[in-house]
């Protein structure tokens, strides 16, 4: 069964249609990557995915249950967290509250090792210091982390990252991809958009590339790292 099944997803804002055809899946443990150029539907899918935007038509299935229409809320308690474009992390609130601000026991079957405050520390050591520091005052890279740990304290089951490592010094970057790389041994399967093609061909295990609102191709590391027709037509490489 697959972990997320995304099946002629169309969504939009308002009257303008933004989605005509995204379908993709994730498979349990895989890292998916979602590709294409600004402005043609990536945060837009996530959203969906999400529940923050109400698709217009299609289907979306989460661990074999059907969550279209659903609201985010229940989208995250059934085990979906997003780590969304820009952190969005809670200003006023130092970077101890904004973790655990959503901290949830998962409340479905789950074998793996629950996330704590001690366990995210461990992974971004970097963190610790500054757990008493208002969220507004950490640095890009400290935010990233903070919403890496913020989202994985709901104990997901899917990791949805957008734009990872956007506006991230390389070192930065890098701890990023290993993070990522790490939880992916822990089985967690996580969908990751990004700019970073070369990381992205070594961490994930397929990719879907869009264009304005359509999914134009799909294929492993080894198909896209080879098809430079993909990559000159929608990624402009
Ligand atoms: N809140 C919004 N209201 C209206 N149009 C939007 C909104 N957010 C995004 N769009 C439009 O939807 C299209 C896809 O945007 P988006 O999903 O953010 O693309 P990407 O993440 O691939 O850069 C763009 O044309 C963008 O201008
Ligand atoms: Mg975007």
């Known amino acids: 069964m697959s972990m997320l099944k995304v099946n002629g997803l169309q969504a939009g804002y308002g009257e303008s249609q ?3 055809d995204v379908s993709l899946s994730v498979e349990p443990g895989q890292i998916v990557s979602l590709l294409g150029r600004n402005g043609m539907g990536k945060t837009t899918t996530l959203n969906c995915v999400m529940g923050n935007i109400a698709p217009m038509a299609g289907g979306l299935e989460f661990a074999g249950q059907s969550i279209i229409g659903a609201k985010a809320h229940l989208i995250s308690q059934a085990g979906i967290a997003l780590v969304p474009e820009g952190r969005q992390i809670f200003p006023n ?13 998962p409340n479905y079957d789950h074998a793996a090792e629950l996330w704590t405050l001690e366990r995210v520390l ?3 050591p970097g963190l610790a210091p500054r757990l008493n520091s208002p969220g507004n005052l950490l640095s890009g890279g400290e935010q990233q982390m903070l919403a890496i740990g913020r989202a994985l304290l709901t104990n997901p089951r899917l990791l949805l990252l957008d734009d990872a490592t956007e506006g991230l010094a390389p070192q930065v970057r890098e701890e990023i991809w290993q993070c990522l790389a790490g939880l992916k041994s822990t089985n967690l399967s996580i969908m990751v958009v990004d700019k970073n093609l070369t990381d992205l061909l070594t961490v994930a295990d397929s990719h879907y590339v869009i264009e304005k609102g359509r999914i134009v191709w799909q294929g492993d590391s080894a198909a896209l790292q080879s098809s430079t027709d993909v990559k000159e037509r929608y990624l402009g490489i």
């Open 93 to 105: 609130l130092s970077a101890r509250e904004n973790l655990i601000a959503t901290q949830r026991a």
């Open 18 to 20: 933004v989605l005509f």
């Open 122 to 124: 461990a992974m971004f």
